[in-house]
């Protein structure tokens, strides 16, 4: 099944913080994060492995708690670059390690 | 190369008619992805090579696609006889071995009019 974000879409200011969240239905071995821009293809940010890891990435971190099959997306002092949609891939493990990605969440940061 | 290249950028095709779309990964990348994304909407996965095991062509939507991929590097992907449902961008991406990043191709936009 298809992970589930949250929110769908969110309006920030230059300078203010946000948080999407990434949640799947099925155990999951690792959650990618990508950005997407108008018209490009997504960008990967980064990955997590089960084991409740946090990465950063800039002013950009995520955690993952493969308990509660979740992953959350922590975007601090907003840039306009950060503006996009970001999706999220989940990875279950087993033989193949193809990604399921999310519904997405479109981000606009204005000035 | 230095990046996921695809071809053609973009196809337009008459309802009915056979398209190839073509992938040429990172070279050195062992797994490659085809991922389907329609207007405004999130990536749908449609097929998964990992060397040189058999392929996970899980994802795709009816027996009116395929996909290979030759000496483990360039893929096609073919839609015969395609409908206007089939009217998208199509996503190639490359990761070194499946369990790191992808890199995405900048996709093909087909439109079937």
């Known amino acids: 099944q298809q992970p589930v974000q949250s929110p769908q879409a969110v309006i920030l200011r230059e300078g203010e913080d946000a948080v999407i969240n990434c949640s799947s239905s099925k155990a999951l071995y690792s959650v990618h994060w990508y950005r997407q821009k108008h018209g490009e293809a997504p960008v990967f940010l980064m990955i997590l492995l089960k084991g409740g890891e946090q990465k950063g990435h800039e002013k950009i971190s995520a955690s993952f708690n493969e308990k509660k099959q979740q992953s959350s997306l922590y975007l601090t002092a907003s840039q306009l670059s950060y503006s996009g949609t970001y999706f999220c891939g989940t990875e279950g493990g087993g033989a193949t390690n193809k990604l399921i990605f999310g519904t997405g969440t479109l981000l606009a940061v204005q000035p | 190369g230095a990046g996921v290249s695809q071809s053609p950028s973009n196809k337009v095709t008459e309802k009915g008619k056979d398209v190839e779309l073509r992938c040429d990964p990172i070279?050195?990348?062992?797994?490659l992805y085809w991922y389907r994304q329609s207007l405004g909407q999130g990536l749908e996965f449609l097929i998964y090579?990992?060397?040189?095991?058999?392929?996970?062509k899980s994802g795709l939507p009816s027996d009116r696609f395929s996909a290979e991929r030759t000496g483990g590097s360039v893929s096609t992907l073919t839609i015969q006889r395609t409908q206007q449902e089939d009217s998208a961008v199509y996503l190639c991406?490359?990761?070194?071995?499946?369990?790191?990043?992808?890199?995405f191709g900048s996709g093909t936009r087909l439109t079937v009019v």
């Open positions: 090579f990992q060397g040189n095991s058999a392929p996970d």
């Open positions: 070279s050195g990348h062992t797994a």
């Open positions: 991406a490359s990761s070194l071995d499946g369990i790191r990043g992808y890199t």
